[in-house]
């Protein structure tokens, strides 16, 4: 990371810290060409009138406490779906990080070693991290697992010491030997963070369906290296930063070509949701909404495996809540931050189980328990897009036609 501020620096790029964007402005035409937020520290607002923007705000991970991910709520998804942008693969969405009980450490490659417990000590049958881990999704529905890494010998530890320090500081901090010891798991949403879906990308410069917005890393869709399911590792980094370099070159050449037009583009703010006057409306309150949508997407039995029903009765709270936040404001615009958190993790919820009880197969990540199989005519993908009204399209993929399928 320090690397790579000392190069853009360098390259005269004004880095703002703490100064999260809240909206993305627009020309009459709908290009994006600027954004606003605001500094946190100072309180200040902030706009940046630009050629063109690359979103690279990450996932979604829904406040969930899962490592590096508490940052991560899709504000960059909000903002582009503001401006018009379409998503992909928002079905495949329900990664969840396998962790300690008691801490946000989801790093999970050394459970490949560990056996599962309940709280008897007997081990659970089917049990297992890369294989195996909905059998524990669905054991921590009634009763609390545990873990040992007891499948390891001497070597395997020290390897695991050199290899990941940090996945050991809990334990060592609470004098916990994990090789022995039986120690409280359970499972963190990590969303979109580990999953693969996100703003659907047009062309091989990372361009979105909207003029002058370009997306790379997580907040991009990660399909078309990975398909409808990620796991842990390097490709992911590595479409970060290819899509990263993709985008920043499409985005420049854009801007470029803007330049050259030279004609002077009156801006609009294209954000909407609760950031002007909220009128009549009742002020939001981002703590009880961020509850609200945690309460619908956290927890495994809804998400891990999904379901038609339980998928329509959280849509039915979810687009309720949505008609009534969409109109309000905040009491206090020091909440403002928070609460376009809250309204991302909204939004996203929405396109993410819209989506899901339009794919009525299991592909990937994307577990239906009413269509356990893999439907070979559904080898399409799904875009999604809209915040009033939620609508999913198929998108074909090699030869398919593209057609509208649900609104
Ligand atoms: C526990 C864990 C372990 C992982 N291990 C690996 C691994 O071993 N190998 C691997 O390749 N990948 C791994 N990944 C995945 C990898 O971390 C991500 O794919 C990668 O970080 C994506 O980079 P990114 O820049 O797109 O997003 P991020 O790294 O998530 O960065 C997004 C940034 O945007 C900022 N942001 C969000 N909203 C706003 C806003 N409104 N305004 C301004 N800024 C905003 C966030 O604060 C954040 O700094 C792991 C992920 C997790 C969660």
Redesign the pocket.
């Known amino acids: 990371m320090r690397l790579m501020r000392k190069r853009v620096k360098e390259a005269g790029v004004q880095i703002l810290d703490h100064?999260?964007?809240?909206e993305l402005l627009v020309d009459e035409h709908g290009a994006v060409a600027g954004a606003a937020?605001v500094h946190r520290q100072v309180g200040e607002t902030w706009s940046a009138r630009t050629g063109s923007v690359v979103m690279?705000?990450?996932?979604c991970?829904f406040l969930s406490n899962?490592?590096?991910?508490n940052?991560?709520?899709g504000?960059?998804h909000l903002?582009a779906a503001e401006a018009g942008a379409e998503f992909s693969g928002m079905e495949f969405s329900n990664a969840y990080?396998l962790g300690l009980a008691f801490c946000s450490v989801?790093?999970s490659l050394f459970y490949n070693w560990a056996t599962f417990y309940d709280a008897t000590g007997t081990a659970i049958p089917g049990a297992g991290s890369s294989h195996g881990r909905g059998v524990i999704a669905k054991t921590l529905e009634s009763q609390p697992v545990f873990a040992c890494l007891d499948r390891t010998d001497a070597d395997i530890r020290a390897w695991m010491r050199r290899s990941q320090p940090n996945f050991f500081v809990p334990f060592d901090r609470l004098d916990i030997d994990p090789f022995t010891r039986h120690f409280p798991v359970t499972l963190r949403l990590?969303g979109t963070?580990?999953g693969t879906g996100g703003l659907h990308v047009t062309d091989a410069t990372c361009a979105s369906s909207v003029p002058g917005l370009y997306a790379?890393?997580?907040?991009a869709t990660r399909e078309l290296i990975c398909g409808g399911f990620t796991g842990?590792?390097?490709?992911?980094?590595?479409?970060?930063m290819s899509s990263?370099f993709w985008a920043g070159a499409g985005a420049a050449d854009h801007a470029r070509a803007a330049r050259a037009l030279r004609t002077p583009r009156a801006l609009l703010r294209a954000g909407r949701t609760i950031l002007r006057d909220g009128g009549a409306n009742a002020p939001i309150d981002p703590a009880a909404l961020i509850r609200a949508v945690q309460d619908e997407v956290l927890p495994a039995q809804r998400n891990w495996t999904r379901r038609a029903d339980l998928l329509e009765a959280s849509l039915g709270r979810l687009d309720a809540l949505w008609h009534r936040v969409r109109g309000a404001a905040v009491s206090d615009r020091s909440q403002m931050v928070r609460a376009?958190e809250a309204v991302a993790m909204l939004a996203v919820s929405r396109w993410m189980y819209r989506t899901a009880l339009v794919r009525t197969e299991t592909r990937g990540m994307a577990r239906r328990q009413d269509y356990p199989a893999a439907d070979a005519a559904q080898r399409h993908r799904l875009l999604s897009g809209g915040l009033d009204e939620v609508w999913v399209a198929r998108h074909g993929v090699r030869h398919e036609a593209n057609e509208d399928i649900a609104a």
């Open positions: 100064s999260p964007a809240l937020g690279a705000t990450g996932g991970a899962a490592l590096g991910c940052v991560l709520t504000d960059g903002m990080g989801t790093k990590e963070v580990r790379a890393g997580d907040a842990g590792g390097s490709h992911n980094a590595a479409w970060a990263g376009r």
